[in-house]
């Protein structure tokens, strides 16, 4: 039985007991506090090597076969199949034909026209002509005028491969033309055609990152494009295997492809190399983020005052201003999208 002696000598073990167990908890809270408020650490390099190196995704929603291109063997053995023969072969080899040291002469920068439309412009969801016939002419916003398939053409010489149009009447642009038809052989003005453009591609809940797409193009794209962007050449000089995505070879900051959607929704269906769009190699993030990363880096610049004459009518995407909206240049450029879209959906409702 403990006597008041007993109790008295085990008093002070007590309080230094408490006085212990209380430190443990003071100490625990401090590292909690710190977990939640304090400044991120190596956590962040963590999640940005997590997502360089995920994926596959599983195949998308978008199960059904792309519209097919007509078969290059039905091209008539006439007068006008050798013109429609001879414009695939300048969509497919468009520098050996027209690129520095093109044999027709030199006007754009060693690219070919298929590496931003694939497969010389008939794989699906990659950029594909089949469309163009039964929507062009058409009243382009870009320009604020109606456009013709001779206007598309040339604006692609200029901007995506950062060069000169060949003349209007000249035999190369009429062999463009000429294909892009035959592309759309038996398609009806105005009718939707599954495959063509850009697959969807929801916005991510915030911008898109150069930083975390540049661990995402050393994991999934630089041993293709290289290390600096700058793509890897064929043996005889003409043309790439791989096409550059920066630098004084690619396309120039007029270009489609620099705006960050549409980069992002093209390498979502069709890259790395083997990609489709139902078999897609990327994630959603991925793709936004890569796409941030190579149109952050330097580039050629195509002076264009006249682009977006209604600056109303810019996409929320296009990198430079003025704009209808309050919103900056680097949030029109990498998001997040959604407050852009719903300011301007409040402004055109009535």
Known sequence: MNTTEDRAQELPQLVRLLTLLAAAVALLAVVVLAQLLGPAGPAQVVAVTDEATEGPPPPGSYHRPATPAPDTALIPLTAAGREIRYGRA??????????????VGSYTNGMNCQNCHLQAGTQGFANNYLAVAATYPKLRARSGTAEGIEKRVADCMKRSLNGRAVPVGSREMRAIVAYIQWLGTGIPKGKEVYGTGFVP???????????????????????????AGQGQLLAHGRGYQYPPLWGPGSYNDGAGLFRVS???????????????????????????????????????HLPTPHDWPNIAQKPIDYPFGPYADSFSATQHKFGPFQPIEAAQLSIKQP
């Open 90 to 103: 300048l969509v497919a080899r468009t520098a050996a034909y027209l690129g520095p040291r093109g044999t």
């Open 201 to 227: 591609l929801p916005y991510l809940n915030r911008a898109a990152d150069p930083q975390i797409g540049k661990a995402v193009f050393a994991a999934k794209c630089q041993s293709c494009h290289g290390a």
């Open 262 to 300: 549409r980069f992002a929704r093209f390498v979502k269906a069709a890259m790395p190399f083997g990609a489709s769009f139902d078999h897609p190699q990327l994630t959603d993030a991925q793709a936004w983020d890569v796409a941030a990363f190579v149109n952050s880096q330097p580039r050629p």
